[in-house]
């Protein structure tokens, strides 16, 4: 939301950003008036679910500040001269289809007036060419992109089993009201959100953004599982579970390509970029 630069536009971007961040608080005071405030004595396993929600309300905290604070990734301004080094284009061959080169090759943005690398695009909201755009979210308010995708997910992850713990804690408190509210929103608005996760957890472990996701029919980017994740979420396995700062394995100017072949079979190209033949 901060990389908005037409003061209108992030105003009107910030008020689903704060109804978002309202709705949670909102949930969480219920849950604090109808189940905490009521809690005398207790087993030992009650406290320990509800210092595992204060965490999870932390780390969603963070994840979410940092998602909104990164820059998603914007295309840095010595790219354009990089395809003149003959050493990065790959001409396009014969044996592969035609669909598959289009899905990978450097474009030209209008808006911009500059090439961009595969997978980057133009948005409407935020003005500008996000490197690996996945969309643009209202809620958060900010593109989601190379360097802020992460954190999108940890959020994602950390409020959806929020919500769901809230839920089921306060199921056995049918007699209060607000834990009554803190039931039906956390356990339906949980496993809402927690639907939503999964599809974008398992896009990432399959390397295709929501965008290509809706407008491609052969993904050319899938590697591997362990790779695809890494090139999203890093190697460090400290970076997947908090909210702290780290890089992609990528740098989202170039990727590793499987191409299909018209014989069917696929074959790999490395750090290459595909550009159009008669790119100047």
């Not at 037409?6 to 910030?14: D, H, I, N, Q």
């Not at 407008?215 to 997947?240: A, H």
């Not at 890089?247 to 170039?254: A, F, H, R, W």
Request: proline letters at 5%; a positive charge.
């Amino acid at each position: 939301m901060c990389y908005i630069h037409r003061k209108a536009t992030a105003l009107l971007a910030a008020v689903p950003v704060l109804l978002n961040i309202a709705c949670t608080a909102a949930v969480y005071y219920c849950f604090w008036t109808g189940f905490i405030t009521r809690i005398r004595q207790e087993s030992a396993y009650i406290w320990a679910f509800c210092g595992l929600l204060h965490l999870l309300l932390l780390l969603t905290a963070g994840s979410l500040i940092l998602c909104l604070a990164t820059d998603p990734g914007t295309i840095p301004l010595s790219f354009p001269a990089r395809l003149l080094d003959p050493a990065l284009c790959q001409r396009k061959q014969s044996h592969w289809l035609s669909h598959d080169f289009a899905s990978a090759q450097v474009t030209f943005c209008p808006t911009c007036q500059t090439h961009r690398p595969a997978r980057a695009h133009h948005c409407r909201v935020c003005n500008r060419c996000i490197l690996r755009y996945d969309h643009h979210c209202p809620w958060i308010g900010s593109c989601i992109g190379l360097h802020n995708h992460r954190y999108f997910l940890q959020y994602l992850v950390y409020l959806s089993l929020a919500l769901l713990l809230m839920g089921g804690l306060s199921f056995s408190e049918t007699s209060n009201p607000m834990a009554v509210l803190v039931t039906a929103f956390g356990l339906g608005g949980g496993t809402g959100l927690a639907g939503f996760t999964l599809s974008q957890l398992l896009l990432v472990v399959r390397n295709w953004t929501t965008l290509e996701a809706n407008t491609r029919d052969f993904n050319v980017y899938d590697q591997s599982c362990w790779e695809n994740w890494k090139q999203v979420c890093g190697g460090e396995v400290v970076c997947w579970l908090l909210p702290c700062p780290g890089k992609p394995e990528c740098d989202g100017l170039t990727y590793p390509l499987s191409l299909r072949l018209k014989s069917g079979g696929s074959v790999t190209l490395e750090d290459r970029l595909l550009l159009h033949p008669l790119l100047p």
